[in-house]
């Protein structure tokens, strides 16, 4: 298949490629050369002409709740009053405590759709449901592997329920990140578990040495509010990623998520460590965390992705916060250029995610790509084509999505999937939830 748009984003961040376009063949990028010659080299190809398209490498979701869809609209009689009340009185009592297979799966399958539909064609998802364990991750990957997306799965395993429930949760990402290797596909697994305020120095030490035997990643939030940078000062003496460098753990198999609330001295010991981080602009803003100091992060050379945090999951609205929050948080509308942002949403996320060969479009690579109309109000030309994409485009604008060579969504239809089921499905889920009794 030969796949022929106006514009080709091949490597995100550097100019696009006027009339250039890719060949796919099986599960990778084969080819990518100026449409003429991709014409004339593969005469027999099934052909994608794509006028006033750009073509993008998919984006990478990396940091979503994929459960957290059944939190919205959840009936609340006020709003928690900061972020420790959001988990202590909302977060954990009303939504996680409560989850079972079932509402995973059923808002795993809904989200999907809207990740899809929005060009994403990687994500990584942390579940915590200690009332889910065993067998949660297991279910959930039946459902993303209909959906034919590539996800990265965990369980986020803490001691805040007991010491046993913690053992629970480490052995539920073991024992996924082995069984996803014996089936291989597009599913895969990392280690996880959740702060410094709801584990032990030995657990958290534990999870790395898991992490570092089955060699993954590990996973945790960081700093996502002043409430983890209060405890650890106040219970270790230091601020949380200072405590992780005491401890031996802060190096490049950590994956920190959030880091909003972070020092001048947290930030240099993750660009010595080469600790990654992933970015959420939005649900930040939702929990009146702050604003990440992702500014800072990448001029200190930290590997950065974007996330949806499973709050807003048309990608194109994460990709707009973070070119705008950062502006307005720095007075300064030249921090975070279209094409930086553009960058941490597709190789940047894969990068921080561990995964090779994803979020670029060149040969060799992985066929995960988004089709996008740009025929935008204003001309769509080389100089502005990724303020054009960043500001005024959104999902509506997705023509076709592929992952691995298999074309997922095509006109805003994510293929092989009753949307209406589906949907019908997440509103059962979500209502049983919000009717639970604590």
């Known amino acids: 298949m030969i796949i022929l748009p106006d514009f080709l984003i091949d490597v995100p961040g550097q100019p696009p490629r006027l009339g250039w376009g890719v060949r796919v063949k099986g599960d990778i990028i084969d080819a990518v050369a100026p449409n003429a010659e991709l014409r004339s080299r593969f005469p027999d190809d099934e052909v994608i002409d794509a006028p006033g398209c ?13 459960y957290g869809l059944l939190a919205h609209g959840l009936p609340l009689d006020k709003a928690p009053s900061g972020f420790w009340p959001f988990l202590e009185e909302f977060w954990w009592p009303l939504v996680e405590d409560r989850l079972d297979h079932e509402m995973i799966c059923a808002a795993t399958d809904a989200i999907l759709l809207e990740m899809l539909r929005s060009g994403v064609t990687t ?8 009332y889910a364990l065993p067998g949660c991750l297991a279910a959930q990957a039946e459902v993303v592997r209909r959906r034919g997306i590539r996800a990265i799965l965990s369980f986020e ?22 069984a996803c290797r014996e089936e291989g596909g597009l599913v895969s697994g990392l280690m996880c578990f959740h702060t410094t305020f709801s584990c032990s120095a030995e657990f958290i030490q534990q999870a790395h040495r898991l992490g570092e035997e089955l060699d993954v990643l590990v996973h945790m939030h960081c700093s996502e509010g002043v409430h983890e940078p209060e405890y650890a000062l106040q219970h270790f003496g230091v601020r949380p990623m200072e405590y992780y460098d005491r401890l031996g753990v802060a190096g490049p198999r ?9 020092s001048p001295r947290e930030i240099e010991i993750m660009a010595q460590r080469g600790v990654k981080m992933t970015h959420m602009p939005l649900s930040n803003c939702e929990v009146g965390a702050g604003i990440a100091p992702v500014p800072e992060l990448v001029e200190a050379g930290v590997t950065v992705g974007l ?29 975070m250029p279209a094409p930086l ?21 060149a040969a060799g690579w992985q066929a995960d790509l988004q089709l996008i ?7 769509a030309e080389a100089h502005n084509l990724y303020d054009q994409l960043v500001l005024w485009r959104s999902h509506v604008h997705v023509r076709m999505v592929m992952v691995a060579g298999q074309v997922r969504v095509r006109n805003g239809v994510v293929l092989g999937a009753d949307e209406e089921a589906i949907i019908a499905r997440a509103h059962a889920a979500a209502r049983r939830l919000w009717n639970m009794k604590g």
């Not at 994500?123 to 200690?130: F, M, N, R």
């Not at 109309?373 to 001309?379: G, K, L, S």
């Open 54 to 66: 750009t073509l993008s490498p998919g984006f990478v979701n990396a940091h979503a709740h994929l």
């Open 123 to 130: 994500v990584y998802d942390c579940t915590e449901a200690p």
């Open 157 to 178: 395993a803490t001691e805040r329920v007991s010491k046993e429930n913690g053992q629970l949760g480490l052995r539920e990402n073991a024992d996924f990140i082995r």
């Open 254 to 262: 950590m994956l920190a998520s959030q880091c909003v609330q972070m």
């Open 307 to 335: 996330g949806s945090d499973g709050y807003v999951n048309d990608f194109y609205e994460v990709v707009r916060a973070t070119f705008l929050i950062h502006k307005a948080h720095k007075q300064d509308p030249r921090v």
């Open 341 to 361: 942002v553009w960058r941490l949403a597709t190789e940047g996320g894969a990068q921080a995610l561990g995964l090779e060969k994803v979020g670029r479009l």
């Open 373 to 379: 109309d740009t025929r935008t109000p204003t001309p």
